[in-house]
Structure formats: C-alpha cells, structure tokens
C-alpha cells in the first residue's frame, strides 16, 4: 500500500493543468498591480477633499482672492506654488492686501489710497502698514470689513507705496505698486505752418513734433505721432481765414496748446500746353526749303510723343512727332505765292504760329 501511495504522488502534474495554473497566477498578481495606483489617488483624493471641504465651504461668495487664499491654508502643500500675478501689479493672490485702482501717472501730489483686506486673513491684533518710497510707515487699523483708507502726499517723480498685513511684529503678506507725478507740460513745436502765411488750397499740412508718447489733436482731430514725437495731418479747407488749434497731453494729463491762423488761397490754375513754333529762316525765295522747329510743353513740363500737324496757308504739309524733349521737326519747300504767309502748328490741345516771308 505505502509503496502504490508514493508511485502515485510521484506522478507529473499534466502540462495542460500547468499551463492554466500559471496563466491564473499571473493575472492575479497583474490586476493588483494595476490596481493600485488607482486605490492610492483615490485616497490621496478623498484625504485632500476631507481636509479642504470646509474652507472651501466658507469660501463661497468671497473674492477669487479669498478662494485662493482658503486652499492655500487647506492644502499646505499648495501655498507658494503658481501664485497667481494680477496685470501691471506686484500682488499676489492670497493674504495681501488689495488695493483699489492706481494711477500709473498723475499730476497730482495728494493720493487717496484705499483698499481692503481679505475677509479669511483678517484676524486680531492685525494692522495695514503704508510705506511711501521706502520713507516713514503708517500704520492703519482694519474694520471689520477689511476696509483701510490713507492719504498720500507724493512727490514730482517715481513714488514707490508698499502695503504690508502685519501680525505683532510679523508680516504676514505685502503688495507694491508705483504712481509717477508728472507736472510738466509736453513741447510742441509746429514746423509748418507758420501763422498768417498764405497757403494754396485746398490741402492744409500740419507738421510738428511733440513729446514721445503723448496724444495728439488738431482741430479736435486725433492724431498719433510716431515713437520719436514727429507728427503729420493734412486735411481739406475752403479759401479764407483757417485757425488751426493743436493740442498736446502726456500720460499725466499735463497739456500743451498752440493756436494759429493761416489764409488758404484759391488753388493756381493749371497750366495748359503751350506751343512755340521757330523757322530757320523767316525770309525766303518760291520753293526755297525751310526747317520748322516745335517745342510742346505744360506745366508739369515737355510733353513727348504727341503728333502735332503743320500748314503753310490753308495747305497741310506734314506731320511729325515729339521726342521726349517736347521738340518736333518739319521741313517743307516755300509756296510760288509770294507775300507773307502764316505757318500753322496744332497738336496736343494747343496751337503755334510763325510768319514766313516769301519774295523773288
């Protein structure tokens, strides 16, 4: 019997049935592997959300500041990380203080900084310190709205404030900003025109150079000048008296004025084609051959390439065409009549005329 039992333990196990107790083995222990990062950020998830609830809860209804300022306390691991900037400010979401809009330029020397501080950082025994260009502190107390208020008094130039929540001795957050006094006026200069000059109608150019970065109008028309300040505006007038007023303002809304009158003229007539007929001789015997010299020209110069016709009497000779000095040339053998006779030239919306004086 004990000798049947072992030969029978003895016996291989099947390859099939091997096979298949692997294959299960295997895919046991991959779906736990598989299965446990999701079990982990789940629990990552569920502790987060556990921890945060509550503030996040209070939050609802405060600013996107106070919001972020709620998960940054829920969540220690989050405060200090992508800190959220706010255009054209030094301010970070959270804590500090919030401050109603400022002036990047102004004029004035008295400013009325107002701001508030976040509903979740107010706390007691906090205070709002203003610091003006790094000069004395004031210290401000905080209602129970968060609400502060200071009047400034800056000075001509770049004015450096800083906001600062303080704890005791503690800063717990700060924000900065910077106001710029500008209290002078920006140049202007008009190039052209010059008052009472006459100008031919019926364009008028205006051209200046003002301030770099300054605003620009003439006759309530705006006008950009480029980076350097130059500045051109033509426009239409009728004959007469024309004042022209140009008006120059800087970022700070310093301004500058210049008032001129000028006359504007009717505009020239334009001047027609003209012709000028020469003969290289005036004086001549029946058949005798004479040369005939053409000169076309208007106002903006000669005219090329314009067929003009010459006769003698009531007779057509010939044609010819301009070069490009507006010069043409004709010859032709003088008529048997004798006396004296005219030479004709049309061509290009004028006429020319020269005596030829024949005789045996």
Do not use: C
């Not at 987060?48 to 509550?54: D, E, G, Q």
């Not at 210049?258 to 020469?278: D, Y």
């Amino acid at each position: 019997m004990i000798t049947r039992t072992a030969e029978r333990r003895r016996q291989p196990v099947p390859r099939e049935r091997y096979r298949a107790v692997a294959r299960t083995a295997k895919r046991r222990r991959l779906g736990a592997t598989a299965r446990w990062p999701q079990v982990a950020l789940g629990l990552a998830f569920f502790t987060a959300s556990f921890i945060a609830l509550p503030r996040l809860t209070a939050g609802i209804g405060a600013s996107v500041g106070e919001l972020a300022g709620s998960l940054q306390q829920a969540v220690p691991g989050l405060q200090g990380e992508a800190q959220l900037r706010l255009p054209g400010q030094n301010t970070s979401v959270g804590a500090a203080p919030i401050v109603d809009p400022l002036p990047q330029f102004t004029r004035e020397l008295t400013l009325q900084l107002s701001g508030k501080v976040p509903s979740f950082a107010i706390q007691p025994g906090r205070v709002v310190d203003v610091a003006l260009s790094g000069g004395s502190i004031t210290t401000l107390a905080i209602d129970q709205s968060g609400a502060f208020v200071a009047p400034l008094t800056l000075r001509e130039g770049v004015n450096a404030i800083t906001v600062t929540l303080r704890s005791d001795r503690d800063i717990v957050a700060s924000s900065s900003y910077t106001v710029t006094v500008d209290r002078t006026p920006p140049t202007l200069t008009i190039a052209r025109p010059t008052a009472g000059d006459p100008v031919d109608g019926p364009t008028v150019v205006v051209e200046g150079t003002t301030e770099p970065g300054a605003s620009l109008q003439i006759n309530d028309r705006t006008v950009v000048p480029n980076p350097e300040g130059a500045f051109s505006e033509s426009f239409s007038a009728t004959p007469g008296p024309l004042s022209i007023t140009v008006v120059a303002r800087d970022k700070a809304g310093n301004e500058t004025t210049t008032k001129l009158t000028i006359v504007v003229r009717e505009p020239p007539p334009a001047a027609g084609p003209t012709m000028t007929v020469n003969l290289d001789r005036t004086t001549v015997k029946p058949g005798q051959f004479v040369n005939a010299y053409m000169l076309l020209r208007d106002g903006t110069g000669p005219r090329a390439n314009v067929t003009l016709t010459l006769s003698v009497g009531v007779v057509t000779i010939g044609t010819a065409q301009t070069d490009a000095s507006g010069t043409a040339h004709i010859a032709f053998a003088a008529p048997t009549t004798e006396g004296d006779i005219g030479v004709v030239v049309l061509g290009g919306g004028a006429s020319g005329r020269a005596t030829l004086t024949v005789a045996r």
